[in-house]
């Protein structure tokens, strides 16, 4: 496959985009990008530094309270109870077909049941995005074109895709706001490669390939704290791209909206970073997750590699997925 592709990129991006495009390295037909850098003796490797057995829940809860608000495209969700006591009854006084239905179907027994739906975007709170997400210049990851997403969902690069094999593999801290010693990062002062490099020797880790990599800048902190849905945050620079992709990362989450700061660099473009990652390096991108329980565990003990466990639900066609992630050490 041609990896050379016309781009409207700023010209130092463009440079950046060509070294760590991943297109064609794992096959033409390929959609899961650097996941394939996790294989099975990753995984093993994984389950050997689990010692305590400690679980440490790092996704949201799904609710009306939660982080969204500052983009008219995604709200919070909206939770529905369709079956409760009011209906499930074969007394009910409810004159609907629904609830006729359900008292007929219960009747003759001491059962009563209730059901609810949930209606919300897949990226509503703690989510991976698929490499379907983020594109430019008409194509996507693998030079797999734009249009392959439509009305109907991603007939490529769904997230299905990751979901059908799992995402487990080691799962690497990094507390760039513990490293700078703020609570919450400056949202105009961006991580560059070098600091990623300097955190990671001050926590004493090595980062190795097929990684995951985490990232706590503090907002989600902030965000529990105050209740403030600013999503204005630091994060990677679209630099840290070339340290994603020399370091041989499997995908790398944050605890912000975005993992890269909401508003671009000066020479960098909206969701740079994005375009680097998902478009180009084939790299799946964690946003909105709760870091809070694991940093302080990590600063406790001082081990800030675990098994991570964090699959995507099997969405047909989805553009990115909820889940609740779990680190165990």
């Not at 734009?146 to 801290?173: D, H, M, N, Y």
């Not at 902190?221 to 105050?226: T, V």
């Amino acid at each position: 496959m041609n990896s050379t592709v016309a781009t409207s990129l700023p010209t130092d991006m463009q440079a950046l985009a060509d070294k760590v495009r991943n297109w064609g390295r794992w096959g033409e037909d390929d959609e899961l990008g650097t996941l394939n850098l996790i294989d099975e003796q990753k995984v093993a490797q994984s389950a050997r530094l689990v010692r305590t057995g400690r679980v440490f829940s790092m996704g949201a809860d799904f609710d009306t309270s939660g982080p969204q608000g500052a983009f008219p495209t995604r709200t919070n969700p909206l939770h529905f109870v369709t079956v409760d006591a009011g209906c499930s009854a074969p007394e009910s006084a409810m004159q609907t077909a629904a609830a006729e239905f359900v008292a007929g179907f219960l009747q003759g027994g001491p059962a009563r049941y209730n059901d609810d739906y949930i209606v919300m975007p897949l990226q509503a709170s703690t989510q991976w995005d698929a490499l379907s997400h983020v594109y430019y210049d008409d194509a996507m990851y693998n030079g797999f074109p734009a249009t392959a997403v439509t009305a109907f969902g991603a007939a490529r690069l769904g997230i299905e895709k990751p979901g059908s094999q799992g995402v487990v593999s080691r799962g690497v801290l990094l507390d760039l706001a513990r490293h700078r010693g703020v609570d919450f990062l400056d949202p105009d002062q961006p991580i560059m490669p070098s600091e990623l490099d300097a955190c990671a020797a001050r926590q004493d880790v090595a980062i190795e390939s097929g990684d995951i990599v985490l990232i706590r800048t503090g907002w989600w902190d902030r965000f529990i704290g105050s209740g403030d849905r600013d999503m204005s945050s630091s994060g990677l620079s679209w630099r840290c791209a070339e340290w994603l992709h020399e370091n041989g990362i499997a995908a790398v989450a944050a605890d912000n909206v975005q993992v890269e700061p909401l508003f671009p660099e000066p020479d960098s473009i909206p969701l740079g970073l994005h375009c680097l990652a998902l478009r180009d390096m084939g790299m799946s991108l964690g946003e909105l997750w709760d870091l809070r329980a694991i940093a302080a565990d990590c600063a406790q003990d001082g081990v800030y590699d675990f098994q991570l466990i964090a699959p995507p639900i099997r969405f047909t066609g989805g553009i990115g997925s909820p889940l609740n992630p779990v680190a165990i050490k």
